[in-house]
């Protein structure tokens, strides 16, 4: 799976778009890109994921470049619930013989009041 | 629709005792994969199962070793164990071909099992 850069930390006001950047650069054909999050000593819990085209669901939206390189999770209103560290993880679709996840870091997002 | 769910909730352990921890995978699921999680790191991939063999294993010792039964339930043993085995054991479930998942196998994942090891 290729590897994921993200920034460690990010800070965002309550209300307003959360951006979260991950850059993938040498992601291949058939590489999704997939999106969690993990609120402190939680499970990871699953937000979205795409290939090329951008998809938005009722929590998020994933905006993915042309060249596929990099990637951006929007959450549109933050609330201070979406506080939690966000990991971008580029994984191949379904068939093959690769069936894990693998986490980075992430980037610990706060949402201030 | 119940989501992953794992049991114990918390568990403490002395070193070299061995200890079994459950997880049942979300409706429809038949695929169940366990991760470690230590603090402060991402959680890091054990092994997966599938029709009850394990399909793909993680860089961890035999000490680490499990099983999925006929209802796709799923239960991880840690034999022999570290004070470095201290750690959150999640379990995620997936399945081929998840409706309206377009050629993924999704995991999804319970709360965790938090393991303390004295």
């Known amino acids: 799976d290729a590897k994921t850069t993200q920034p460690p930390s990010m800070d965002c006001a309550e209300g307003r778009a959360a951006n979260l950047p991950c850059n993938h650069s040498?992601?291949?054909?058939?590489?999704?890109v997939y999106w969690y999050r993990q609120i402190h000593s939680q499970g990871p819990q699953y937000i979205i994921h795409?290939?090329?085209n951008n998809e938005t669901n009722e929590m998020a939206s994933l905006i993915i470049t042309e060249d596929r390189k990099s990637s951006t999770l929007i959450l549109p209103h933050a609330t201070l619930r979406d506080t939690a560290v966000y990991y971008c993880?580029?994984?191949?679709?379904?068939?093959?013989?690769?069936?894990?996840?693998?986490f980075g870091k992430g980037t610990l997002l706060t949402v201030n009041p | 629709d119940a989501g992953v769910t794992q049991s114990p909730t918390h568990l403490i352990k002395t070193r070299g005792q061995q200890v079994t921890l459950r997880c049942s995978p979300k409706?429809?699921?038949?695929?169940v994969s366990w991760y470690q999680q230590a603090l402060g790191q991402g959680p890091q991939f054990i092994f997966q199962?599938?029709?009850?063999?394990?399909?793909q294993r993680g860089n961890f010792p035999d000490r680490f070793s499990g099983h999925q039964f006929p209802n796709y339930s799923s239960e991880l043993n840690v034999n022999a164990l570290l004070l470095g085995d201290s750690a959150l054991y999640l379990c995620?479930?997936?399945?081929?071909?998840?409706?309206?998942?377009?050629?993924?196998?999704?995991?999804?994942f319970g709360p965790g099992t938090r393991l303390t090891v004295l």
């Open positions: 995620a479930s997936s399945t081929v071909g998840s409706p309206g998942v377009h050629g993924t196998d999704t995991q999804y």
């Open positions: 040498t992601i291949s054909g058939n590489e999704y």
């Open positions: 795409g290939l090329k």
């Open positions: 993880i580029a994984r191949r679709g379904s068939g093959g013989s690769n069936y894990k996840l693998t």
């Open positions: 409706s429809g699921h038949d695929t």
């Open positions: 199962y599938y029709e009850e063999e394990e399909r």
